[in-house]
């Protein structure tokens, strides 16, 4: 009797990880397909079991991207998506924009999360080249685990594009 009901345990977990392997196959897809109409080629992989017991563990640390795997899979696309435009802007403020410093004079959280990220409000005191200085407010996505590092008074490499001075990217923190 208890091999019995012991292989019909086994083979409806079997089933059910071949079901799940098979949707996740499905939204790998779509996510890449929506990656490549972007321009990115992003593959995602089916997790090991250590991943999946490590994601785990992580989204007990970590209610906001606890929430954000919980939302819809269409929903959590969308503020992919809106991270990865976040992302794009940030690199292209890198990449072609003017070196500044900055000095964050405030933060407040916004309630906003994007894919389990929190959404600030920055105060900016920023410093360009030529010694300028002025203020600004910037929008910040960060982990809850990297807030501190932009508590107010911290100093930062900044950019700022030349032909909107309020575009202003904050990135690693002066020593």
Do not use: S, W
Request: hydrophobic share 35%; charged share 20%.
């Amino acid at each position: 009797m208890f091999k019995k009901i012991r292989d019909k345990i086994n083979d409806a977990t079997q089933q059910g990880m071949a079901r799940g392997a098979q949707d996740f196959q499905r939204h790998a897809e779509q996510f890449r397909q929506a990656a490549a109409a972007q321009g990115h080629d992003i593959t995602p992989q089916l997790p090991t079991p250590q991943l999946a017991a490590q994601a785990f563990r992580n989204m007990n640390a970590d209610p906001d991207m606890a929430a954000f795997l919980a939302l819809p899979m269409e929903e959590q696309l969308r503020q992919q998506q809106e991270l990865q435009a976040y992302g794009t802007e940030l690199r292209r403020l890198y990449d072609t924009c003017e070196p500044a410093t900055l000095v964050i004079r405030g933060l407040e959280p916004t309630g906003r999360k994007i894919a389990g990220q929190a959404q600030y409000t920055a105060t900016l005191e920023v410093t360009r080249t030529d010694g300028t200085t002025y203020r600004t407010v910037a929008q910040l996505i960060t982990p809850l685990a990297t807030i501190q590092q932009y508590a107010p008074g911290t100093r930062h490499e900044a950019r700022v594009d030349p032909a909107d001075p309020a575009k202003v990217a904050v990135f690693g923190p002066i020593g």
